[in-house]
Every structure is written in C-alpha cells, then in structure tokens.
C-alpha cells in the first residue's frame, strides 16, 4: 500500500492518501513520523528511500500519547529498514559522580557557624604541609558537619600561582 500525502513528506497527495489522512483525523490519531529521519524502504530500482510503514497513535483530548521512532540500519539482503518505536515519556539517564557534597538547605547555619568560630584558635600558626593540614581538616569534617544526611563532599583546594 502506497498512499503518499505531502504533510507525511511527499512531493504530491493521491486520493487514498488522503483518505487515510482524514480517517486518522477522525479517529483521533496521530502519525509517529519524523520527517527528518531515513526512510524505512530503500528503492533499488528507483534509488530513492520511502517511509511506507505507518505507525499510528491514540490521542487525549486532542492530545497523541508521547511517542518516537527510530530507523536502524540497512536489514541484509532485503530493502527495509526495521523501525523502532518508543510509546511514552522517555527520560533521559542522567550520569553524576558519586563524589559526596553536602545538603546546604539541611545545614543548622547556627551551630555550624558557633563550632567553626570555636575551631579557629586551633588553626596551627606555623607552616605544615598541604598534607597534614588536608588531613586535620578531613579528621574535623565529622565535627562541623551539620546537617547529618550528606550526598557527597566536593573539596577545592587553593594554591598559590
């Protein structure tokens, strides 16, 4: 079944092209087609793609459920292309470090603020190494902490240039 209409990408209508388009309309469908993407039949005699395989979806109040298509590849040794169609909200996968950070809105601001001022006077007053001062201020980290629900530390260490 061929029936090409110019809203699905074609360069012309026919009729039972756009009768199908008006039963879709009236069944309150709606076509998963990007026009953007590679036709799902190759031509080897025309040399041109088509999209002839057609994937309709239900809609809302007016509105077609979440829906995508993807074309694959070439399938060996036939002229089709298999589709793949995604029906429904796709939500991205985000990837995030699992590096600890603290939870500023949880933090008790007075408290924190009252055993740092108190921590200060036991800030040694010679030159140490990055080491051991990096070392004393992960042993005072349990201590300051406010809040008691963390989700990762992120430390910024200051150099001089």
């Not at 140490?128 to 349990?142: D, V």
Request: with cysteine.
């Amino acid at each position: 079944m061929f029936d090409p209409i110019t809203d699905w990408g074609y360069s012309s209508s026919n009729k039972e092209g756009e009768m199908l388009s008006n039963w879709a309309s009236c069944n309150d469908l709606a076509l998963v087609y990007d026009l953007k993407q590679k036709g799902t039949f190759v031509s080897a005699r025309w040399q041109r793609e088509y999209s002839p395989d057609l994937c309709w979806v239900s809609s809302v109040c007016g509105h077609p459920q979440p829906a995508t298509s993807s074309v694959l590849g070439n399938f060996p040794h036939s002229q089709h292309r298999p589709s793949v169609i995604h029906i429904g909200l796709m939500l991205p996968v985000i990837h995030s470090t699992n590096k600890k950070r603290w939870n500023f809105r949880k933090a008790d601001w007075e408290n924190f603020t009252r055993k740092t001022e108190n921590s200060i006077p036991l800030i040694p007053r010679q030159q140490i190494a990055i080491e051991e001062a990096y070392t004393h201020f992960m042993g005072q980290l349990p201590t300051l902490q406010s809040p008691k629900e963390y989700v990762a530390y992120i430390f910024h260490v200051w150099t001089k240039k």
